[in-house]
């Protein structure tokens, strides 16, 4: 098993077919509640990532809460966003 640490996260070896991936991301989120009629939402996210790779497929989920005051009343309202990840690997591999 073999670990490597880096700036954008930490990836492990188990074996030359399965790899896990954990990293933090920051970036832009846009979001809506309604694929008909789309209000978006712009703000910005930091939001962890975990993501399995079996042979040239990956499979990951990520995760981030936004707390926002909305109307008159000052109690904190908020979503919880996930997403999937879903990935793979053209080429010849490197490492």
């Not at 700036?7 to 309604?34: P, R, W």
């Not at 995760?63 to 690997?89: I, S």
């Amino acid at each position: 098993m073999n670990t490597l640490v880096s700036e954008g996260g930490v990836h492990i070896d188990f074996k030359q077919n399965l790899s896990l991936d954990i990293a933090l991301n920051a970036g832009l989120l846009i979001a809506t509640d309604d694929a008909l009629d789309p209000e978006f939402e712009f703000d910005y996210a930091v939001y962890p990532q975990i993501k399995f790779n079996i042979n040239r497929f990956s499979l990951g989920f990520e995760y981030t809460y936004k707390n926002y005051y909305n109307g008159y009343l000052p109690f904190p309202k908020g979503g919880h966003y996930f997403g999937l990840v879903l990935g793979g690997v053209v080429g010849k591999r490197i490492n």
